[in-house]
């Protein structure tokens, strides 16, 4: 079966990566791809908003299925696009990725329906918002009811650091549109984990545990990132801690979505915090695969990955037989000097050929005239490394690393050190 993936970053790399392993999958088709990706597909520059010129590209291809990877055409309805023109599609539908396209949306669901997460408020008025910010504790959460590249969320540590916040979504319009609407909700502390799930309406298959490092900083300092690092296992989170967050939170969630006529069907994705107490509690909801949390995720998946996806689709994913290797991942992320603010673009790469026992997935790289590869994004490559355990994996990883060189180069160096103390 030949396949096409929406997107252009190291999730759709780690995708394409998968399902090329299938001995199922035929030709792999990637818009708009990246040159990294164009190592194992078809890379076609079709922008992931063009859905009727990539419906179009589908049908001539004559794809068996259509895996979409990015958030912001999840949230415009590109399933549903690729639905009313007779082509499998793996994601959600519009009224389904709501879960992520509003942070609003999604606070109320949970609320309605007691599913644990933090207390807010959600506000349209910057003064009504800023009054009802002055009587809160800090620290505080704000954020911006939309999508928003996974920047849309501040952690205030001062009241005028919340404030600054709060004017730059409302007032200023940092994120545009998304922050026409703010949630300001109670900051919850403990540890973070990522538990994405293959959801089809009320099946829901969770996929090993991981967890993300956001900061752009060691120490988790500095501003928040799409994310610098992730691994998976957690071997400091008890497996009953994990189980509970199944059966309290995700489960009642793919629940309520049906409930409410939303029935969800893809990846959704639970960005939890287990507080000092052991109880996991919901920071967010993503309706499609994380990133870089899919860089080690996959790796681990022993199935194929293209019979879940076939199941999801067609209703079967709870017969599907899903297993997972034993072996844990560490992915480092190397960055752009100045990433998240602004950074410069097509700077050489290298050292890539010198990379011998990790796999290396490219979020923002591109080849130049003279077929030299150079920097193209904030984020450049996602280096991961395996091991029989976290230390192992991490060394590797690390390792790796090390080989690979750009001017301005920038990683945090404590990944996954959680895991190991």
């Known amino acids: 079966m030949d396949i096409l993936v929406i997107g252009g970053g190291g999730?759709?790399?780690?995708?394409?990566?998968?399902l090329s392993q299938s001995p199922q999958v035929g030709k792999i088709y990637c818009a708009p791809g990246n040159a990294g990706i164009a190592q194992l597909a078809e890379c076609e520059p079709i922008g992931v908003f063009e859905f009727e010129r990539l419906a179009a590209y589908a049908l001539e291809k004559q794809v068996g299925l259509v895996v979409v990877g990015p958030d912001d055409p999840l949230a415009a309805g590109i399933v549903d696009v690729f639905e009313a023109h007779n082509i499998p599609v793996f994601g959600p539908r519009k009224n389904a990725a709501e879960i992520e396209g509003s942070k609003a949306f999604m606070k109320d669901l949970l609320h309605k329906y007691n599913i644990p997460t933090a207390?807010?408020?959600?506000?349209?008025?910057?003064?009504?918002?800023?009054?009802?910010?002055?009587?809160?504790?800090?620290p505080v959460v704000i954020k911006a009811d939309g999508l928003a590249a996974g920047k849309g969320v501040v952690v205030a540590q001062t009241l005028?650091?919340?404030?600054?916040?709060?004017?730059?979504?409302?007032?200023?319009?940092?994120?545009?549109?998304?922050?026409?609407?703010?949630?300001?909700?109670?900051?919850?502390a403990g540890q973070e984990m990522s538990i994405l799930a293959f959801v089809d309406g009320e099946t829901v298959r969770?996929?090993?545990a991981a967890q993300d490092?956001?900061?752009?900083?060691?120490?988790?300092?500095?501003?928040n990132t799409g994310g610098m690092g992730t691994y998976s296992p957690l071997p400091h989170i008890a497996d009953s801690i994990i189980e509970e967050a199944i059966e309290t939170i995700i489960k009642p969630t793919a629940k309520a979505m049906v409930a409410e006529g939303r029935p969800f069907r893809g990846v959704l994705f639970a960005g939890l915090m287990i507080s000092p107490d052991g109880k996991p509690k919901t920071i967010e909801f993503n309706a499609r695969f994380g990133d870089p949390e899919t860089q080690v995720?996959?790796?681990?998946?022993?199935?194929?990955?293209?019979?879940?996806?076939?199941?999801?689709?067609?209703?079967?994913?709870?017969?599907?037989?899903?297993?997972?290797?034993d072996e844990a991942a560490v992915c480092v992320v190397l960055?752009?000097?100045?990433?998240?603010?602004?950074?410069?673009?097509?700077?050489?790469?290298?050292?890539?050929?010198?990379v011998e026992d990790g796999i290396v997935f490219?979020?923002?790289?591109?080849?130049?005239?003279?077929?030299?590869?150079?920097?193209?994004?904030?984020?450049?490559?996602?280096?991961?490394?395996?091991?029989?355990?976290?230390?192992?994996?991490?060394?590797?990883?690390?390792?790796?690393?090390?080989?690979?060189?750009?001017?301005?180069?920038?990683?945090?160096?404590?990944?996954?050190?959680?895991?190991?103390?």
Request: hydrophobic share 40%.
């Open 11 to 18: 999730r759709e790399h780690a995708i394409v990566w998968s």
């Open 119 to 138: 207390a807010y408020r959600k506000f349209h008025q910057y003064e009504e918002a800023l009054a009802y910010l002055r009587e809160q504790s800090v």
């Open 160 to 188: 005028e650091e919340a404030e600054q916040a709060l004017s730059d979504m409302m007032v200023g319009k940092v994120f545009g549109s998304s922050g026409d609407q703010v949630v300001i909700e109670e900051f919850l």
């Open 206 to 208: 969770p996929m090993v």
């Open 213 to 223: 490092h956001k900061p752009a900083y060691d120490g988790d300092k500095g501003p």
């Open 297 to 325: 995720v996959l790796p681990r998946l022993k199935s194929d990955l293209l019979d879940i996806f076939l199941a999801a689709v067609n209703g079967t994913l709870d017969s599907v037989d899903i297993q997972w290797k």
């Open 335 to 354: 960055a752009s000097g100045g990433y998240p603010a602004s950074y410069p673009k097509g700077l050489p790469i290298q050292g890539l050929d010198q």
């Open 362 to 421: 490219h979020a923002g790289t591109a080849v130049n005239e003279q077929g030299e590869w150079i920097t193209n994004g904030g984020r450049v490559l996602g280096v991961v490394g395996l091991g029989a355990d976290i230390a192992a994996a991490r060394t590797k990883a690390y390792e790796q690393a090390e080989r690979i060189t750009f001017e301005g180069k920038h990683q945090r160096t404590d990944i996954a050190l959680k895991a190991l103390q």
